[in-house]
T-cell receptor, first 110, second 113 residues
Framework: DQQVKQNSPSLSVQEGRISILNCDYT??????FLWYKKYPAEGPTFLIS?????DKNEDGRFTVFLNKSAKHLSLHIVPSQPGDSAVYFC?????????FGKGTSLLVTP | GAGVSQSPSNKVTEKGKDVELRCDPI?????LYWYRQSLGQGLEFLIY????????KSGLPSDRFSAERTGGSVSTLTIQRTQQEDSAVYLC???????????FGPGTRLLVL
């Protein structure tokens, strides 16, 4: 049973524009959320996280928003750059094991 | 080393053979995790080690899978009598403590023919 869902398998954005990647979860016990970025043939790289006590966390071009009532989080990348092209995974946990979505493949075009 | 390392990076084996995958976590990280990613899927939790505590094996898909962690550092994931459905990328991660941000290695790509 998929507890973390990324319903958009792919997204294409022009360079300089905003990329918005979405994630929904079903388990209200999740209290920590993370985004990972993955290039082909590499392991996932930690990008940004947010605790359930916050609704926003920002790090440079990356901002994660959490809406607990809707069980929804999103990752905003602005401005998007070609180097941001990768697969982005949303993950959540309530202990130690991470529950991952299936990923969204982002393509940033020049 | 600076990051999590895994070996081999690729492994091709025949159905029915045993394989061993190795993970070297980040120095000082007490928690170690194994995940696998099958084609088109998200990462699936397999097993978790924290310090000297008994591991959480709740994610292992069958008794053909086992893992150990020697001396609180290096871990080996063993798959016995491999099946074609075991083909996947096996990823190892470590964190400072249980529940901390997990840092992943590059993975081992296993192909069972």
């Amino acid at each position: 049973d998929q507890q973390v869902k990324q319903n958009s398998p792919s997204l294409s954005v022009q360079e300089g524009r905003i990329s918005i990647l979405n994630c929904d979860y079903t388990n209200s016990m999740f209290d920590y959320f993370l985004w990972y970025k993955k290039y082909p043939a590499e392991g996932p790289t930690f990008l940004i996280s947010i605790s359930s006590i916050k609704d926003k966390n920002e790090d440079g071009r990356f901002t994660v928003f959490l809406n607990k009532s809707a069980k929804h989080l999103s990752l905003h990348i602005v401005p998007s750059q070609p180097g941001d092209s990768a697969v982005y995974f949303c993950a959540a946990n309530s202990g130690y094991a991470l529950n991952f979505g299936k990923g969204t493949s982002l393509l940033v075009t020049p | 080393g600076a990051g999590v390392s895994q070996s081999p990076s690729n492994k091709v084996t025949e159905k029915g053979k045993d394989v061993e995958l190795r993970c070297d976590p980040i120095s000082g990280h007490t928690a170690l995790y194994w995940y696998r990613q099958s084609l088109g899927q998200g990462l699936e939790f397999l097993i978790y080690f924290q310090g000297n505590s008994a591991p959480d094996k709740s994610g292992l898909p069958s008794d053909r899978f086992s893992a150990e962690r020697t001396g609180g550092s290096v871990s080996t994931l063993t798959i016995q009598r491999t099946q074609q459905e075991d083909s996947a990328v096996y990823l190892c991660a470590s964190s400072l403590g249980g529940g901390g941000t997990q840092y992943f290695g590059p993975g081992t790509r296993l192909l069972v023919l």
